[in-house]
């Protein structure tokens, strides 16, 4: 397999934009991906294009990353479409980087879009949940199924098995949460400027109980694009950043309930790849779609062990100045949660940390990540998982 880097990112500001078409969050990601990387439109052999919702929120099926890339100029190549719930985008980047390793491709845009905000509410929530077995769905047993995505419900779910099994408070919880918010006002792209102490946490709106309307992600608009290569002038630039593994998995049988679940399998996977352990990772974007689910991944992806969440959380191990920065982009609960494009957007974030330029939210020079982001829900559990690990070339 040829040696693959990441050479260009580029993404929109997301939020809600219901004046704003995929096509314009598509072009602001794609523009900004290509100048970063030098190259222009005629340089792309192939588009892997993810999103999750664009069927049912706006209608477009079938050649969705066709309809957005021809204005771009990105047409007569192949264009693969995507779509695997919250974990698109992640893996738009699998395939794109199979592709170059191949030796099919030696240039590759991975283009993640996703416009989920809609006049009627009602309608995005019912989008959400077409990410898991709409056969089993999710019994709530509160009538506030037409109100919320159900997907709130798996994480207070979450939650409170880290309060029963692993000792996690909710003061952990509003923690961590704190943290990505005020992460989250430094960054010019998130959704959430605004910032938040532990106390604003918990004093904010509860959704589910135990949760607070902030420590789940917002429905976000927004696009990312990744420009993976192996042409030499990119190997050799100081500025491109090493894919050194890219790994999925998905959710193991259900008569194998020992069998590491697809988080962790994809983990391993990915570790195995680059020859790595997590404890050679200086810092790590995850899955954070509430703040449940990011303390899961902790030890999922093996950064952390179990028990020990709720030590991290209150000693601050995951901050900007802690022995493991998580989520220093603000996560999904502070950047947003633009489902084909949040993958796409922590490699955005990770690739500038390791150049140096992540301005005020810049790391203390970090040589190594591990990125990981999960999809839908299968009898309860992540339907799918890419983990990615990074480096500074």
């Given amino acids: 397999m040829s040696k693959v880097v990441v050479s260009g990112v580029g ?59 021809y204005p771009l100029g990105l047409a007569g190549i192949p264009i693969h479409n995507i779509e695997n719930a919250c974990a698109s985008g992640g893996n738009a980047l699998h395939l794109a980087w199979m ?47 037409q109100e919320r995505s159900p997907f709130v419900d798996r994480q207070a779910r979450l939650a409170a098995t880290l309060f029963e099994e692993r000792g996690v408070t909710m003061e952990g919880l509003a923690r961590v949460t704190s943290r990505s918010l005020e992460s989250a006002r430094l960054n010019p792209f998130a959704h959430r400027r605004f910032g938040g102490s532990p106390e604003d946490v918990l004093n904010a709106r509860v959704v589910v109980e135990p949760l607070t309307v902030l420590m789940s992600s917002p429905v976000s608009d927004g696009a990312a694009a990744v420009v993976v290569t192996s042409r030499p002038e990119a190997l050799a630039s100081s500025r491109s950043v090493d894919i050194l593994a890219s790994r999925m998995a998905t959710r193991p049988p259900a008569d194998q309930p020992d069998a590491p679940n697809a988080v962790e399998a994809s983990a391993h996977a990915a570790y195995e ?76 974030d990770v690739v500038r940390q390791l150049r140096g330029e992540a301005g005020e939210l810049q790391l203390a020079d970090p040589r190594r990540a591990v990125v990981q982001i999960g999809g839908g829900v299968v009898d309860w559990l992540t339907a799918a998982s890419s983990v990615h690990v990074l480096a500074k070339g």
């Fill in 11 to 69: 993404m929109s500001p997301f939020g809600k934009f219901l004046d704003k078409s995929m096509k314009d969050l598509g072009k602001v990601a794609v523009d900004a991906a290509l100048a970063d990387a030098g190259i222009e439109v005629k340089d792309v052999q192939a588009m892997f294009f993810s999103n999750a919702l664009a069927g049912l929120i706006t209608g477009q099926e079938c050649i969705r990353g066709e309809v957005v890339g």
């Fill in 99 to 145: 592709a170059v390793a191949s030796g099919m491709y030696d240039t590759v845009l991975a283009l993640g879009v996703e416009k989920a905000n809609h006049e009627d509410r009602q309608r995005t929530f019912s989008a959400y949940a077409a990410g898991m077995d709409v056969e089993q769905g999710f019994a709530t047993g509160d009538g506030a199924g």
């Fill in 273 to 348: 790849q680059a020859g790595l352990g997590p404890g050679d990772m200086d810092f790590a974007e995850v899955h954070d779609a509430s703040v449940a689910y990011e303390l899961m991944a902790w030890t999922d992806i093996g950064l952390c062990a179990p028990g020990d969440e709720q030590r991290w959380a209150m000693e601050g191990v995951t901050e900007a100045g802690g022995a493991m920065p998580v989520n220093r982009s603000g996560g999904l609960v502070g950047r947003g949660h633009a489902l084909g494009a949040s993958g796409l957007a922590q490699v955005h």
